[in-house]
């Protein structure tokens, strides 16, 4: 898994709500053996692509500077619905790193931590604050997100705490291989697996019984 | 005294293999389903490392996202085709049992796990899409993952899992006619929104669940990810036992009547307490339509499309305006009389046999109106030739629907079968996005019979009120 330490870039605020991962990756561009690397280029397709194909040029990531933002600021539910991972990777694709918004759906929460994106979960008042002050500098204003301190900086210098469960912050500080670990404790899940099985054999024995 | 649990907590608790701080936990995994669109991509994940797969005896498979749902199923995309392809070698070099296209154990995951009992009460089950709460309806505790946690689950029969907090939405009285399962769910996201339920396991109960068939259940749990929580669950009860009992997965003989004793064990203790609860009126709830590109944006068929003029915060009234724009609607007329183009029966949502007889007694001896073209997508081989049996099919055929081969299909267009941009739909899926059922389709979201009378009237209407059959 990739780390993620810290990161100081310019940040693009799609504040809109509810943006679901249908919306980040079409499912048309996500059916396939190796779509890796295929996907940056439809990220947000219905919001950065007018229906003639060319770019809208209302949309916040083709505007510059945004255009090389490493961050997105996202509003509520950012992430709801389908549980594609490609979501994730079309906007890492994008080369966006980190995502700081008021909620995320949790799937596509979990995904990201899975990838190296690091979503930091701020109250929607602050959120805002950031869209806007970043907007007053039309985007020139970068967004610092820190890992190891646990700490947003905005372009004033107001900094601002968050939280993140300290698995998870470990894990992407390393860049731990997750199932290596868990594979460490293989004897704790098979001596829970032996156990469970005298007390459940349906479940470890699928239609067991006669 | 030991402190009263809720039917999640039995089930959580019952799972931990290790505590690992922060609420989090490392917990088993009872069954894992694996579906074409990325099952063999987390297989070969597992492969590419030179790992076996820990338990393939808990591990399923199906074929459902990228397969046609034509007759003879002509016209799979390239890209399906090399997924299933990829699916059915992995699956049977690593031991884990596929049910393939024309076997029975064949369609939608979420149809396929409870049918064959591959899905139990109190057992914790995962799969790589996001609807897999459906599950919840059989008292288990199911949800949705990503790609790189199915590789994990693969590797080690276990997920890390933050405990989520426990809500509990009680759905009392008795639904009006026409009213339906999915009335009632499409009517709590209306009420308490698309991420009411984020970071929570919702239990589903009151008296029009405890009345509801189990495959009613299965439609409720469903939706629960529209709220935004992974999982949705409802206490297994005596439907539950007679809905299981022989089928071919589930316990047998003296193995059934232990699980029984165990799973009368299972529902909430009277005094088990909630992070929140959410009581709703059944009585007061019509049939339900989305207008919108959430979920959330949901009314009563007798009611209005909002107008955002009469809006008064900024931002929302931006959201509605954009909504409608996408959806060619007007702000504050009646949604009923809304001209359709498409209906599509189908999904893990509703696709099920009662689903399937809901929209067929609506379409018996009438026929679908000539603007509109219209489809039935079974949710399993076991459901289409259950349906066959009965005769469903000819009522559809006859009033004008095509009787289709069973997948996900227009739910979500994975197999390139899409509505047309701007054209209108009323589905009986899940989601209205933005793109969902194809480029600048119109989705509306609403019951089986619902969807049957809008193919019948050429427009959204009322299920209570279609003309007289002729």
Known sequence: MKSFRKLTSIAAPLMRANVDTDIVIPISRMVGNSIRGTLGKWAFTSLRYLPDGSENPEFVLNREPYRNAEILITGPNFGCGSSREPAVWAIQEMGIKAIVGSGFGDIFYNNCFQNGVLPVILDPQTVQEIAEEVEQTQGTGKLSVDLEACQVTMPSGRQIAFTVESRRRTGLLEGLDEIGATLRRDDEIRAFQARDRDERPWIHMPGAGS | MTTPQTLFDKIWNSHVIAEIGDGTALIHIDRHILHDLGGSRALLDVRERHLPVHNPELTFATIDHTVSSAPGRQGTIASGIALMKALREETAATGIRLFDIDQPGQGIVHVVGPELGITLPGCLLVCGD?????????????????????????????????????????????????????????????????????????????????????????????????????????????????????????????????????????????????????????????????????????????????????????????????????????????????????????????????????????????????????????????????????????????????????????????????????????????????????????????????????????????????????
């Open chain 2, 130 to 470: 996001s609807h897999t709460c459906t599950h919840g309806g059989m008292g288990a505790l199911a949800f949705g993952v990503g790609w790189s946690e199915l590789a994990h689950v693969i590797a080690t029969q276990t997920l890390y899992q933050r405990r989520p907090r426990t809500m509990r939405v009680r759905f009392e009285g008795n639904p009006a006619p026409g009213v339906t399962p999915k009335d009632l769910i499409l009517a709590l996201i209306g009420e308490i929104g698309t991420d009411g339920g984020t970071g929570y396991a919702v239990e589903y109960a009151g008296s029009a669940i405890r009345d509801m068939s189990v495959e009613g259940r299965l439609t409720v749990c469903n939706l629960s990810v529209e709220l935004g929580a992974k999982m949705g669950l409802i206490a297994p009860d005596e439907k539950t036992y007679a809905y299981l009992e022989g089928r071919p997965y589930a316990p047998k003989g003296t193995v059934w009547l232990r699980a029984v004793e165990a799973w009368r064990k299972l529902p909430s203790d009277p005094d088990a307490k909630y992070d929140r609860e959410v009581l709703i009126d059944v009585t007061k709830i019509a049939p339900q339509i989305t207008w919108g590109t959430s979920p959330e944006h949901v009314v009563s068929v007798d009611g209005r499309i909002p107008d955002p003029a009469s809006i008064a915060d900024a931002d929302r009234r931006k959201a509605v305006q954009m909504a409608l724009d996408y959806m060619g609607l007007k702000g504050g007329a009646p949604i009923a009389g809304t001209p359709v183009d498409w209906v599509f029966i189908g999904s893990c949502t509703n696709s099920r046999l009662s689903d399937l007889q809901a929209a067929a007694e609506v379409v018996r001896g009438r026929k679908v109106d000539p603007r509109v073209r219209a489809w039935v997508v079974p949710g399993s081989e076991i459901v289409k030739r259950d349906a066959e049996a009965e005769g469903l099919d000819r009522i559809f055929v006859e009033a004008g629907f095509e009787w289709r081969e069973p997948g996900c299909s227009m739910c979500l267009a994975s197999n390139g079968e899409q509505i047309p941009p701007e054209q209108r739909s009323v589905s009986t899926s899940n989601r209205n996005f933005v793109g969902r059922q194809g480029p600048r389709a119109r989705t509306h979201l609403a019951s089986p019979a619902m969807a049957a009378a809008a193919a019948i009237a050429g427009a959204i209407t009322d299920v209570r009120s279609l003309d007289r059959r002729p």
